[in-house]
């Protein structure tokens, strides 16, 4: 059983890119959830995608958006980057139950610098 | 807005010392997670508290859900420097939302 692996590990932008980061979801599982992680802070959610379809989001703008492939793989594209945009990104996969509470095992991250 | 707060934010112990860790929020939450994150890697889980008043044990690691299912609790006795890490609590609400807490980070000197 492989675990979640995101890529790539680091990544350097200039204000205004767009950079797409990529995760691989743990073997079996078909939901995935992104959340952003600023320095010294827990993560915040961004979006869960369950089966290819947004399942719920938080509180960020539209130029955070996502994907997730028929493979339960998943992207995650930011428009307009931002300095503020600066963060650990991270993913995390589970497999979603009906009426089961599923445990989420997240990647290592993907650390983006906006400059 | 749901928050969580978490305390004390650092906290630098001896090996052999007892220390605890409070996660207050003013919403009401199904159920709880607590989680350890280490440099470079993503949060690991380390338990889920669903029930009011529950208290769940890990070995050395005390978990504590409060009645109101607001607050919870972390002890851990007799800290060894493997315990080093960032620790996380999580509110869930929801089926898909979780709402992280602010962190604590721990230091166990040798």
């Known amino acids: 059983e492989t675990g979640v692996t995101q890529s790539p590990t680091h990544l350097i932008k200039t204000r205004g890119q767009q950079v797409t980061l990529r995760c691989s979801s743990q073997s079996g599982h078909n939901t995935v959830s992104w959340y952003q992680q600023a320095l010294g802070q827990g993560p915040q959610f961004i979006f869960q995608?369950?089966?290819?379809?947004?399942?719920g989001r938080g509180n960020f703008p539209p130029r955070f958006s996502g994907l997730q492939f028929p493979n339960y793989s998943s992207e995650l594209n930011v428009n307009a980057l931002e300095l503020d945009d600066s963060a650990l990104y991270l993913c995390?996969?589970?497999?979603?139950?009906?009426?089961?509470?599923?445990?989420?095992?997240f990647g290592p991250g993907t650390r983006l610098t906006v400059l | 807005t749901q928050l969580l707060e978490q305390s004390p934010q650092f906290l630098s112990i001896q090996e052999g010392e007892n220390l605890t860790v409070y996660c207050n929020s003013s919403s009401v939450f199904s159920s709880l997670q607590w989680y350890r994150q280490e440099p470079g890697e993503g949060p690991v889980l380390l338990v889920t508290v669903v029930t009011g008043g529950e208290v769940k044990k890990l070995k050395r690691l005390t978990f504590q859900f409060g009645d109101a299912r607001k607050d919870s609790s972390l002890h851990i006795t007799a800290a060894q420097p493997g315990d080093t890490g960032l620790y996380l609590c999580?509110?869930?609400?929801?089926?898909?939302?979780?709402?992280f807490g602010t962190g604590t980070r721990l230091k166990v000197l040798a």
């Open positions: 995608y369950y089966r290819e379809e947004e399942n």
């Open positions: 995390a996969s589970s497999l979603e139950l009906a009426g089961g509470l599923d445990t989420q095992y």
């Open positions: 999580a509110g869930i609400s929801g089926t898909y939302k979780y709402i």
